[in-house]
């Protein structure tokens, strides 16, 4: 299961850059209609980069997987797998507002399919398994779909207020989640 | 042979997003000409997901590799690899009738190099190996090149009809291949 | 080595599908111009099979790996990464004169590349080892290479001639390598 | 760590081919525009084929791993997946001053997130490790970003005479890191 995730996830984070079309000219100035397509390359090229990290901790934690399981995860490589239209989409439209909450929802809905695969993975193993222990009440899990809701909504004002908070969620999500590493190296 | 298998499956199931066109447009109304390519993105997602599940359990039972074995492997590979091609022509023509019947075409022979790559690997491993006897009549694999041929045999009268055929194959496989599991267990 | 090499074929095997350009039209008649593109495909395809089919094998006889060895495996990853193109330039001008040749010399420089790949390994591993003894002469790479030229010459009298030549390749080498496989079982 | 940065490096290998973009002529004389996008395509490959080579050699002297040598990681991957991007841009625009500069920027880029990456490593892995040892003064990774800047500034006299500083790097890195190499032996 660990290496096919790895590998989606893998070529997710590589075809996004497919989507930075070459420019036609040859000078300086085509670059700058590129750069709203690169800082969405840039922040989806690091949730990916934290999903990867995460998943790849969570599963050095887990010892049995069920079919439960194994469809819990696909369904969070779904969601992921839209992030290259959607990165796509909200940088070449300018972080426009459809484009950014369609953005917040995919993002929102890879969380909960995130919190679904951890906390499947934690009855499995039982109340006092490392994985059980780990996630805890798993706040930052809950956070983050609450920030991308708010981003969502925040959008309908201004669309980079609405952005700033998905870039808020990256920078809760950027350190590895330290509460898996703790309990394992006990 | 898995390592290969699954890098091309992972491949598959996340190029097919690149067929998703991004829109020109960036109000919500733009979105909807998508709707039936999501459609059909999601019907394939959950197939392929479904072969890789299917296959990784497979090989999990499999302990003797032959020549042929590695060309009825490379067989499937190769039906799974035009799901990419058949899923955007389905998508992008809302569900035409030769669209509908091309992607049952290919469905079905998928499913037919399934059949002959687990009976292919069963009669090596002999009568009484937990592949065969997993596989046992093979119900499963044979109902779905059925309900495929019914599907494109029902195009013709309304593509729908014909298409709900494939969602119903999806739906009988969507359990792991319990047959194996159970086997596997004892 | 073999892990980032059978990533590679992997994606080279996978990528080329997006050259199927999905027709405009939803009628059975759309489908047609596509066919010298599939023929191509097809016969693509079979090679980067019996590529990884015959690298995998060869790699299962390898004990050491040197500088040298790393560096005629990209060589021949170089050459396989042009498949795609050659294959698309091929099947969309209808298998013309060009086209034709640029096939036929990058397929015999891949030959070529794997010969050496082979030949590097053989003499690290000495006279007696499994991997010498199974190259032995290697009369069928040497065969393909030579075939692979006649095609590019005949293909200035007819291209489908030229063209059945690469087949003739294909079908030699469908079987894999057996020579390898005996002398490993012993 | 090291499968998923495999696959990402397979990945951009692969795909940067598809920036080879397929003439509609089918004569010999349509190649010919296809040169310097070529040309460009074969540095890349042997800079993305030193890259995965000296990573490879890196890690197999690496025992522990932390947060922020996961992230240093990430960074590195981060530069190389836009070489298909400056790839093409350089190519298609025959070589033009700003595609020069912009591909020598993304390369000093990646040296540089190569050189914190090596000396991470080696700061945890203590003074007296291989690869410690192995780095010693880096002589070689800094001469990589001081002749990538020299090309940087050379490219506005002649973008040749700065691509040719390119080259060179890519001469120099062309052998696997024997330092590592030497010190793992003993």
Known sequence: MEAFSDGVLAIIIT????????PHGADFASLKPLLPVFLSYVLSFIYIAIYWNNHHHMMHAVHKVTGTVLWANVHLLFWLSLFP???????????GLWPVVLYGTVAAMAGIAYYILAH???SIH???????????KDRKGIISVVLYLAGIGLAFINAWVGFSMYVLVAAIWFIPDRR????LEQ
């Open 15 to 22: 075809i996004m850059v497919l989507e930075l079309k070459v």
């Open 85 to 95: 239209f959607c990165t796509a989409w909200m940088g070449e439209n300018n972080f």
């Open 120 to 122: 499947c993975l934690a």
């Open 126 to 136: 039982g109340k006092d398994s490392t994985i059980a222990k780990a996630l805890g």
């Open 180 to 183: 898996i590493e703790k309990n």
